[in-house]
């Protein structure tokens, strides 16, 4: 008896995943290797000093762009796509990371964090929505411009895609801009930081608030330093946190305004749980975790195992970073003419300033 032909596709299609994963892993070690061996090998060298300032973000995005540019000339890049989950690894790392932080810096944070993600989200999405009318924009398109760019990127363009039905075309423009967005976000917003001399937590609150992807505000986090890694992480979370309101009111909005229907009332409770980001939950969940842990064993005895965990953070952060590179296409921006890009950059502006303003607000003094 022959093998059925989906059976042959399926076991095929598994094999380039796990081949994709592979590849992600393998840069991941050499990220790794650079990360712990290059300051060691050039200590005393004209490179040393800068090999010793750069973290793993960096040698993570760079060696994954080197790797998507060598798998495209092999012709294999979009047939091991499907290993590169830079979402997955990103919402394990930042999990983990939840370990890390003492539960009563969240909610410190939180008062300023919610504060600055509505107004900051309700600023941005008004004015990248009034602009994208302004410049004759397909209202599902503006749509997702709006909430990628004030909310937490391709995440936000995938949900908001859902809640207006928007084409597959204009799902994959906002994206591709999205991360076209973040890559320089990630190495300017440090060195913006250190120019103005800001502390980290009003360096973190402006990174959060303003890179579009949840693994990009992390490894801009992490080059300014660990505090500034928290708060950036608290802030971006607590947007995601919002992306399921956001979600629904475009879903209500397009639904009663644009279509006229009228069962829109229904399930909407359910459809917010759907698209609330879960991993929010297991961020607040491991810092609760390892505060009441600390606390019973002591700070000394609960040491070894929060650097364990970590360092397992840091291993997925890396898979991540290098899944960004691995993923990044300039293809699907070609076609999408000078609009979208103008609303998008346009906004990304209003989003840095205003961004700037609320952080210098909002978190000023913060943990002093």
């Known amino acids: ?11 095929s ?7 994709g994963v592979a590849v992600v892993i393998a840069i991941g070690a050499l990220v790794r290797l650079l990360e712990q061996g290059l ?9 040393g000093d800068v090999a010793a300032a750069i973290e793993y973000p960096v040698y993570a995005i760079v060696l994954g762009l080197i790797g998507n ?15 590169f989950r830079t979402e997955f690894f990103i919402k394990t790392g930042l999990v983990l990371l939840g370990a890390s932080i003492n539960f009563s810096v969240i909610v410190s944070a939180a008062g300023p964090a919610i504060v600055q993600a509505l107004l900051l989200i309700s600023i941005v999405f008004g004015f990248t ?11 599902r398109l503006r749509a997702l411009l709006s909430t990628a760019v ?4 391709v995440s936000a363009a995938i949900a908001a895609a859902g809640a207006v039905q928007a084409k597959k075309e204009q799902l994959a423009y906002t994206a591709s801009m999205v991360v076209l967005f973040a890559l320089p976000s990630i190495f300017l917003l440090p060195l913006a930081v250190d120019a103005l001399g800001l502390a980290q937590p009003v360096a973190g609150a402006w990174i959060g608030g303003n890179i579009d992807t949840t693994a990009a505000v992390s490894a801009a986090g992490a080059l300014v330093g660990e505090e500034a890694l928290q708060i950036a992480t608290i802030v971006k979370t607590t947007q995601n946190a919002l992306l399921g309101v956001v979600a629904v009111a475009l879903t209500a909005w397009f639904a009663l305004r644009v279509e006229r229907r009228a069962d829109i009332g229904r399930g909407r409770g359910r ?10 939950l297991g961020f607040l969940a491991a810092s609760i975790i390892a505060t009441v842990f600390t606390a019973v064993v002591g700070s000394a005895a609960a040491k070894p195992l929060i650097s364990s965990v970590n360092d397992l953070r840091t291993i997925f952060l890396i898979l991540a970073f290098v899944s960004i590179g691995l993923e990044f296409r300039v293809a699907p921006l070609k076609e999408v003419g000078w609009r979208p890009v103008g609303v998008f950059a346009s906004a990304t502006a209003v989003n840095l300033v205003v961004g700037l303003g609320l952080a210098v607000l909002l978190f000023s003094g913060f943990g002093a």
């Open 1 to 11: 008896m022959t093998e059925a032909p989906t059976t042959r596709t399926t076991a």
């Open 13 to 19: 299609s598994t094999s380039w995943v796990i081949g």
């Open 39 to 47: 300051p060691a090998w050039t200590e005393g060298t004209a490179f």
């Open 69 to 83: 540019v060598v798998l495209t000339q092999l012709g294999v890049r979009d047939r091991l796509a499907g290993g």
């Open 129 to 139: 929505w009034w602009l994208g009318g302004r410049l004759g924009l397909d209202d």
């Open 150 to 153: 004030s909310i937490c990127g």
């Open 271 to 280: 459809e917010l749980w759907e698209r609330f980001p879960k991993f929010v």
